[in-house]
């Protein structure tokens, strides 16, 4: 899923940031997990703090603070904002760098519409009684037994 960004860095180039933060070798996936403007999204739009979740952990879902699905979602959210722009930047010559913000911002939206529960994610981020539901426990000897399994089957 990661490795399947387009950006200057997977092809050993280098690129500013399609989000319009300003720096110039910013076309990178770690980079945009932390970027000015994700840290603004996370903070303004999807109630996340920018402090835990703006980093490349949570960008990759392995945070050990992600301890809800509403937080899962969000980030999965944000996720989908940010490729869908910077792709979209990435193909056009007149990319309007100034609203990227704004720009994520809808992206989320849109990627939520017609998914009642990504929708109400959105709804109740901001919402007094915000109640989460923690993810379940993972537990390792499942994790471990599935690992096995797998490599037992790509050295058939």
Known sequence: MWNRWCTARRFQTRGPCLLGCGNSEGDDIAHYCCCPVTREVCKRRLRLDPEVYATLHAFLLVHPSIGSKEDLAALGLLQYGIYCITNGRRKRADNCIGDA????????????KGHSKAMNTLTNRWSRRMQFIELP??????WHDSLCRLQALRSR
Do not use: H, K, N, T
Request: no cysteine.
């Open 101 to 112: 913000f704004d720009a994520v911002a809808q992206s989320i939206v849109e990627g939520a």
């Open 137 to 142: 426990p993972i537990r390792l000897v499942q």
